[in-house]
């Protein structure tokens, strides 16, 4: 009898301890997921109240946040509001572009992110960051042929509208950020270039193009010159070669050709050190 009256008692324990435990599971399981996607750096990303990020889901902000700290050098280096403000213009410019594979296939947001982000580093300075006749940018996974160049190639701009990348080697671009070899911004500079979209960079451009074909001459007299040989074979390469140089190796630049570095702060009106 003593026996059946005290077993609804252990099953009641058993309950309590059961829903305890349950409960306890969930608090640690919310605790964990909230510390490790509300990073304290992009705080300030999710409370701004005013200006165009109202406009972009604070989800959406935190995941630009955390692809361009994870990969973008220049980025983790900007202060608070420049970082809103590369959020701002590089969610535009994602909305401005198609994406597509190499066989017409669907792009991810990491990628894209990862795919204009140079766009938005080397324009930081200019009122204008957006293409008036690139509007696609086709991804491939690693090199691929290039019909026109009977090579095979990391990545191209064609001469109308399109933008090529070799996902592998954009990659291989952001892993080490002080090389001077940078696809990215390598081919978003050529694109820059030909299009000429920002009224005063194309104002700037010539005073530029007249200073560094100067700093190359003197180059070639120098034993250790900050360009890499590849900036010798025409205009284009030149500019898109000084841009990569001058963000992952500014101080090198600045100290090896203070003419040349000078005139890219001018020109870009930005000074990476
Ligand atoms: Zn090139």
């Known amino acids: 009898m003593n026996n059946y009256q005290t077993s609804p008692d252990y099953n009641t324990i058993g309950i309590v301890i059961f829903i305890f435990l349950v409960v ?141 990348f070799s996902f592998e080697d954009l990659l291989k671009g952001y892993a080490i950020p002080n090389d001077a070899l940078n696809l990215g911004l390598h081919e978003m500079a050529h694109a820059i270039h030909i299009e000429y979209f920002d009224e005063a960079f194309e104002r700037r451009f010539p005073q530029w193009e007249k200073t560094a074909e100067q700093e190359v001459v003197k180059m070639r007299y120098q034993q250790d010159p900050v360009l890499r040989n590849y900036a010798g074979q025409n205009k284009h390469e030149l500019f898109a070669v000084c841009v990569e140089t001058f963000f992952e190796q500014a101080a090198e630049m600045k100290l090896k050709a203070p003419g040349l570095y000078e005139a890219m702060c001018d020109l870009l009106n930005q000074r990476p050190v």
């Open 24 to 164: 306890l599971a969930y608090y640690i399981i919310r605790r964990f997921r909230s510390s490790t996607v509300a990073d304290p750096q992009s705080l300030w990303l999710n409370s701004e109240k005013s200006g165009a990020l109202k406009d972009i889901d604070a989800k959406l902000i935190d995941f630009y946040h955390q692809v361009l700290t994870k990969y973008v050098a220049y980025y983790r280096e900007l202060d608070q509001p420049k970082r809103k403000k590369f959020i701002t213009r590089l969610h535009e410019l994602i909305e401005h572009m198609e994406f597509l594979g190499e066989q017409g296939q669907e792009i991810n947001l990491k990628v894209s992110t990862l795919c204009c982000a140079p766009v938005i580093q080397i324009t930081m300075g200019l009122d204008t960051y957006l293409f008036n006749s690139y509007h696609t940018i086709v991804v491939y996974p690693r090199r691929f042929f290039s019909e026109k160049q009977a090579a095979y190639v990391k990545g191209g701009v064609s001469r109308g509208d399109v933008i090529f």
